[in-house]
């Protein structure tokens, strides 16, 4: 099918050899990178595709440069249907400073607004048009894109965020299914769709709701390999936040997500009193100071956003440092999208996780509870305990996340077998030997069913197994239970780490009421058939690569030498004002790597500048003697 389309596209083919020099010219770039240029190649000749690619792999490009070059080829308008209606006026913006022809539809515009995007789009101006899942399928929407299509200028759709067509998805938007009605109603347009995160059964959902059984599949690596993936045990969760933050990140943009409102608000203000600039986001704010918060969060630099799930989706901010998680997501996907906003630029970040057994008896217990069928519920529960055995693990979790999207990591070398940059590789845990623990567990569990009849907490089962004598023990007379007393040499957190292992084993379950229940699994462990290793928890895990407090370009980019770090605060100080003037975030202007390029090799003309990369041709023109009159006077003052 989709070579049917290379063929009736052919006008476009004609053109293929100007893809790089779009690449170049445009975004100032000199490469594609990965399967770019493949993706780019295909979409351009008109096949439609399904791209799989982590965050910060470069998507964006993937349908970006197809539309420039088809619009130049006479294709027209390319729609592109993402969820991010916050995000559209910055993604237009950054497009515009490209010199690129853009607008978006959304909510957030006037009437007349509004009115003027439709005109100019009906008058062939636009290269792209972003718009949200529901207004694409509106009967107006609708309505003009049959105007574009009857005289062939309906050039491409761009599905961004696909995995939200997908129920199995982390982000679940019944919007998206409606998306089908475009490729029946315009048959013919290429589409390409695109998704950052999406294991087998996403994946295959999302062809089978978007009906792209004929796209070709280019699935890239979900490494990402700037990232370090750190999981502690939950102790005093937000001391253990300002730690991590204090040590690695002070002056730095990051993000940490909770599962509630009241807790982002508690965390923000705990943050705030410490000395952090720390903002909360949640649904419940008023959607103002919401955006307020958002917006700052992007245009200003070293900010910490403390948020529920509700934040993030799609933040294109690239220089976010680390993702703290005080609360367990519900699964491997969430975790990974999340955690992914981290080091989109390639620099070094982290993706930091505290977690206890509390989160997973909650996370049981939503799932439980939800009004879901019994299939789904299922499923979900296969994903938490996917998360809870990566939590669990002993071994590299770089190699246990890309396993999860079956992916077998194999590093730089193409031969490696763990990472290098994540916890467990960097200070592999010391282990201890919890069979026998766990066996006592279970049959203490087995235990007080057969006398009581009656299912207990983790709290009282240890107390049980400690030799604890309290009320609750009295009252059941549970102290003359064979297995009273029998792990009294193991110390709660140990006892704890077995519980959370076996929980994520499915050994043990937790119903509704945080009870623990025996499960067809057990009896293996009870048997001693099961190995359990579990980590030796320490205290504070030593960090081998901290990096000292860095909140000046010095200790960011140690590479610069003194004159060339004047010149970059300098360029940061214009691109500040000039951001702020064109009311977009500064990275839009230009990338830090970029700036950093810039005051490295010290440009004297056009010429040198031009070779930089980020710098496309209308950045040069726009920006070119401004950064040129700025690295000249920064040099003089030095
Ligand atoms: P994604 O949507 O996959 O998360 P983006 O499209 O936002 O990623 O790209 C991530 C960053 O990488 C952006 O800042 C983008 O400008 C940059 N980028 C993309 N492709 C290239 C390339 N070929 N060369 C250099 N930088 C690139
Ligand atoms: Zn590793």
Redesign the pocket.
């Given at each position: 099918m989709a070579l049917g389309h290379v063929l009736i596209d052919s006008p476009a083919l004609f053109l293929i050899a100007e893809l790089p020099s779009i690449?170049r010219e445009v975004?100032g770039?000199?490469?594609?990178?990965g399967p770019?240029a493949d993706i780019i190649a295909h979409v351009h000749a008109g096949g439609d595709a399904l791209v799989l690619?982590?965050?910060?792999?470069?998507?964006?490009?993937?349908y970006?440069i197809p539309a420039i070059a088809r619009q130049r080829a006479g294709h027209g308008t390319t729609l592109v249907i993402s969820p991010l209606i916050a995000l559209m006026h910055d993604q237009v913006g950054?497009l515009h400073e490209a010199g690129v022809e853009a607008a978006f539809l959304n909510s957030t515009l006037s009437h007349e607004e509004a009115s003027a995007v439709e005109k100019r789009l009906l008058k062939g101006e636009l290269t792209l048009l972003y718009a949200a899942p529901e207004r694409v399928t509106t009967p107006r929407f609708l309505a003009l894109l049959d105007a574009m299509f009857e005289r062939g200028s309906l050039s491409l759709f761009a599905i961004?965020e696909a995995h939200c067509v997908s129920q199995w998805g982390h982000d679940f938007r019944p919007e998206y299914r409606a998306v089908t009605v475009l490729h029946q109603r315009y048959p013919g347009v290429p589409r390409v769709a695109?998704t950052?995160t999406a294991d087998a059964l996403t994946r295959a959902d999302i062809v089978e709701r978007l009906q792209l059984e004929d796209a070709q599949q280019f699935v890239s690596s979900f490494d990402r390999p700037n990232i370090r993936y750190t999981i502690v045990e939950k102790k005093d969760a937000l001391t253990q936040l300002m730690r991590f933050i204090e040590r690695e990140h002070t002056g730095e943009a990051g993000i940490v997500y909770c599962q509630s409102r009241k807790k982002v608000e508690d965390v923000a203000d705990k943050l705030v009193q410490a000395g952090v600039s720390a903002l909360p986001y949640h649904a419940g704010l008023d959607p103002e100071v919401r955006q307020r918060h958002q917006d700052r969060f992007l245009r200003e630099d070293g900010l910490v956003m403390v948020a529920t799930i509700a934040f993030g989706m799609?933040i294109?901010k690239?220089d976010v440092r680390f993702v703290a998680h005080l609360d367990m997501p519900k699964n491997i996907e969430g975790y990974y999208q999340e955690t992914?906003r981290a080091g989109?630029?390639?620099q070094d970040a982290n993706a930091w996780m505290a977690y206890g057994l509390q989160d997973v008896v909650n996370q049981r217990r939503m799932i439980d509870e939800s009004p879901a069928d019994d299939t789904f519920k299922q499923v979900m529960r296969g994903k938490l305990d996917a998360l809870l055995s990566l939590a669990e693990s002993t071994d590299c979790r770089r190699v246990r996340l890309l396993a999860y999207f079956d992916e077998r990591y194999a590093g730089p070398s193409g031969l490696h077998t763990f990472c290098g940059n994540c916890d467990n590789c960097l200070q592999p845990p010391a282990l201890w030997d919890g069979t026998e623990a766990a066996r006592k567990l279970l049959s203490c569990i087995y235990r007080i069913q057969q006398m009581s009849g009656l299912s207990f907490g983790a709290g009282h089962v240890m107390d049980i197994l400690r030799g604890k004598v309290t009320d609750k023990v009295t009252q059941h007379g549970h102290a003359t239970l064979s297995t009273f007393g029998i792990a009294s040499d193991l110390s709660e957190t140990q006892l704890r780490g077995v519980l959370r292992q076996l929980i994520a084993l499915g050994a043990l379950s937790v119903d509704e009421f945080s009870t623990l229940q025996l499960t067809a699994s057990s009896r293996a462990v009870l048997k001693g058939e099961v190995q359990i290793n579990l980590r030796l928890s320490v205290s504070q895990p030593a960090d081998k690569r901290a990096r000292n407090l860095r909140s000046t370009d010095k200790a960011t980019h140690p590479e610069l030498d003194a004159a060339a770090q004047t010149r970059l605060s300098a360029l940061k100080a214009w691109r500040a004002e000039v951001a702020r003037e064109h009311n977009l975030p500064a990275?839009v202007i230009f990338?830090d790597a970029t700036l950093a390029a810039i005051a490295s090799q010290a440009p004297r003309n056009l010429e040198d500048l031009q070779g930089i990369?980020?710098i496309g041709l209308k950045k040069l023109e726009a920006y070119g003697r401004d950064v040129l009159r700025v690295v000249g006077s920064a040099s003089v003052t030095d």
């Open positions: 690449l975004f770039y000199d490469a594609f990178r770019q690619m982590p965050t910060g792999g470069g998507k964006s490009l993937c970006q950054a961004d695109l950052a799609g294109d690239p992914g989109r630029d390639g990275y990338h990369s980020g």
